[in-house]
């Protein structure tokens, strides 16, 4: 074995020191960056029960799931939807005198119709001496029975929303 030289044994001894440093910092900071992903891996894990891969397969699952519940309550919004628009919920009422002789506006026209315009409107004269009662279907807005003013305005004003109109008959 040749000898070494005193100069170069001294640098190769700092170049040694200085690599063992630098690992030695290096395994810190790794050392440091592992603790915090831990850290930070705890609040998604159940304490330890299970891995991380372990919740992110029951997350998936969870959102799949959740995902045909959306899809399922969308269904009954558009069910029900569909069987609110057969409910008959335009409302109108008409009130007026009948008789010239008569006052108070005890006399009525009530329309009760679904989105479609379809029906029925009821009317009630009330008169001295007797009380009438009349019902008539109605069909898209419109009846095959012949319908009185009263009975028409009822009808364009459940049509339109509107919930009662006081009024005179003409």
Not at 116 to 133: C, F, Q
Not at 143 to 170: F, H, N, T, Y
């Amino acid at each position: 074995m040749l000898p070494l030289h005193r100069p170069l044994l001294d640098e190769i001894t700092i170049g040694a020191a200085a690599a063992a440093v630098v690992a030695l910092v290096s395994s810190t900071a790794a050392h440091l960056r592992i603790s915090r992903l831990r850290r930070g891996f705890t609040g998604l894990d159940d304490g330890g029960k299970s891995t991380i891969l372990d919740v992110v397969r029951d997350t998936a699952h969870e959102t799949t799931a959740l995902r045909a519940e959306v899809a399922q309550a969308r269904a009954d919004v558009e069910a029900a939807r569909r069987d609110l628009a057969d409910a008959l919920r335009h409302v109108a009422v008409v009130r007026y005198d009948a008789f010239g002789d008569m006052g108070g506006r005890l006399s009525f026209t009530a329309a009760m119709l679904d989105d479609a315009g379809d029906g029925l409107v009821i009317t009630s004269i009330h008169g001295r001496s007797e009380g009438r009662t009349y019902a008539k279907g109605v069909k898209g807005g419109s009846s095959e029975q012949s319908l009185s003013p009263e009975e028409q305005q009822a009808i364009q004003l459940a049509l339109r929303g509107s919930a009662q109109v006081d009024g005179k008959r003409r």
